[in-house]
């Protein structure tokens, strides 16, 4: 009994260290004009994706108010009411984030087990992210029209 706890009490430590060091690299800040280490590179990318999310989903909240304000402007004899205009919306962008979250899950997995795989992950999330963003801010010039 003696020994299976002196064998347990070097794992804890070991799998605690670990923890910090996961939770650590995980809330650090890097300057990505300097970054020169796969950690820094990979915090980076997320860093630049969740940029690119922040713009798209700003960017799809002024899109979606003013469908929303003008749905019925664009209900016409085919049957296409206001709501379903608004619904079609939604759903175009339902649809647009699953092939996203697949695209990038497959490309991705190019590169599985490399350390590279997080920087990979998130550098093509970004780009898709702001190609939808251009799209979206098209779209919006089309409603300012």
């Given at each position: 009994m003696e020994k299976t706890k002196a064998a347990i009490i070097p794992i804890i430590i070991v799998i605690l260290f670990?923890?910090?060091n996961v939770t650590t690299a995980q809330n650090k800040k890097v300057d990505c004009k300097k970054a020169v280490t796969q950690t820094d590179l990979?915090?980076?990318?997320?860093y630049s994706y969740e940029n690119a999310q922040k713009?798209?989903?700003?960017?799809?909240?002024?899109?979606?108010?003013?469908?929303?304000?003008?749905?019925?402007d664009f209900a016409?004899?085919?049957?296409?009411?206001?709501k379903k205009f608004v619904d079609?919306?939604?759903?175009?962008q339902e649809q647009w984030r699953k092939y996203r979250k697949s695209f990038v899950g497959f490309y991705s997995s190019i590169y599985q087990g490399g350390s590279i795989q997080p920087m990979i992950y998130y550098n093509i999330?970004?780009?898709?992210?702001?190609e939808r963003?251009?799209?979206l801010k098209d779209l919006l010039e089309e409603f300012s029209m």
């Open positions: 670990l923890f910090a990979n915090l980076c990318a997320k713009n798209l989903d700003e960017l799809y909240t002024k899109l979606f108010n003013i469908i929303k304000e003008r749905q019925n016409n004899e085919n049957d296409l009411t206001g079609d919306f939604i759903n175009s999330k970004t780009k898709i992210t702001e963003t251009n799209e």
